[in-house]
């Protein structure tokens, strides 16, 4: 059965996305059509609204889910007379919050993921400068501002994973690949050694390596399956030797990877 | 007053956090101290939980709200024992879209976020490396397979967004940046003319700009507010005169940006 699922907002829609996916990813049997309309924030805006979800009504022959975030109660009206089964977020848990926080709510659109609530944006900006410049072991000389270390063969994981703990939580990243030279000495690189607290080590499953290594230098003895097994054994035997935490990349997402290693190391978020 | 509140999950947290944060910023005249504990996937790791949340209300001298969307019943009885507030986000929606949906909840833990929720994953790590290869201008020549090109001056903001809508989106963007050659050229870039359907143009105030250029090059020519003022107003110029879609980036954030720009393309998201 095809269903179709509406995340709207006045605001980005980044919170009717996500707790909309989280709910109908516990319904696994249905194929959704996912669509995000973020910006519904006036009447003919909330009425074209009411056109697109009533036409998914009628293609699908069963009435969509609609997620909303929308603080405007004349919108909310309106898509209320669409054909869709409406799941309203805010209004379900805005009152008894307003009871047990004794106050009331501002009913303001799109707070959350606003530049105003938040003093941390040149945090976050300065964050992921410092992912870009730290990159792959382009400088090493800025470690001491480095609130974590990633280390790890080339492609396991390293940029993204660095890249998204800096733009979700301004934590600044840096990220280090060990070479096969590396390896071969049997040690930490010295560029590492004094900043041993703040490693962590990331793996991968050498057949999902080598798939990911092919990608970027095809038949190459780099992407050999060969080389990426000798590289990820010789990686875990440093790990384990030096007592770095690690963990395999391979069946995690970049979300899942990043609030294991805040976790793991007990760093807090700096973005509040 | 301080309050607590704590985003509880046995599973990455960003679903809890990600509404808890949305609700918490109605109250805005409430300072609260945010947690996110993920991975709460234990009756051991719950009964620590239950410690922090207690030793909270202690110390606040009043309970701290919970917004938790643990699955497993037993955690959350524990949890439930603690001195806090909880909302729970699962159990609310859940039941009635089990109703709607003639289905069963699966009750599995971390579904959303994983890795195998989604066959995504490839291309979204394709678009992190799209955006970092063709960051600033480096590449000109596969502009063809980008989704969308960022163009504005050095610094106003095209990387963190590209990055962002790599990472959210799976939307491959590259980004170019005008320089003053091409202000005094009066027109667009070769690379740019055959690719003018996908270019966004983003502009800043000048004396942000100029902020952020100092933090970079202090007491540069090109941090100077003569020079950056200079520079906005011809770009700005430039997608006058050339019709091509902007928006000013200094109030708002990287996800408002991202939100505005595929509403104003009509480009839709590839990760589903």
Not at 36 to 62: C, F, H, L, W
Not at 90 to 113: N, R
Not at 204 to 210: A, E, G, N, V
Request: aromatic share 10%; net charge negative.
């Amino acid at each position: 059965m095809k269903r179709t699922a509406f995340f709207i907002s006045d605001g980005t829609g980044i919170t009717a996305e996500t707790l909309g996916q989280s709910l109908l990813a516990q319904f696994d049997t249905i194929g959704f059509t996912k669509l995000t309309r973020p910006y519904i924030d006036s009447v003919d805006k909330a009425r074209a609204m009411v056109q697109q979800i009533n036409t998914a009504a009628e293609k699908d022959g069963v009435r969509p889910i609609i997620f909303d975030t929308v603080v405007n109660q004349e919108i909310r009206d309106i898509l209320g007379q669409s054909d869709g089964f409406m799941i309203d977020i805010f209004s379900t848990f805005l009152a008894p919050l307003e009871q047990e926080l004794s106050s009331h709510s501002s009913y303001s659109v799109g707070k959350s993921h606003s530049i105003a609530s938040s003093s941390n944006y040149m945090e976050r900006i300065e964050a992921v400068n410092f992912a870009l410049d730290n990159d792959d072991g382009a400088r090493t000389h800025y470690y001491d501002k480095a609130d974590l270390i990633l280390v790890g063969v080339s492609r396991c994981g390293k940029t993204p994973t660095c890249l998204y703990m800096a733009m979700q939580f301004g934590i600044r990243a840096a990220n280090y690949p060990l070479t096969e030279e590396d390896m071969e000495r049997l040690q930490l690189p010295a560029a590492l050694k004094p900043y041993k607290h703040k490693l962590f080590g990331l793996t991968i499953d050498p057949d999902r390596l080598t798939a990911i290594r092919h990608e970027r230098k095809p038949n190459s003895r780099y992407a050999s399956f060969a080389q990426c097994e000798f590289e990820v054994r010789e990686v875990e035997n440093l790990f384990r030797r030096e007592n770095i935490p690690y963990i395999n990349s391979t069946h995690f997402s970049v979300e899942e990877i990043s609030a294991k290693i805040l976790v793991e190391k007990g760093v807090e978020r700096r973005l509040k």
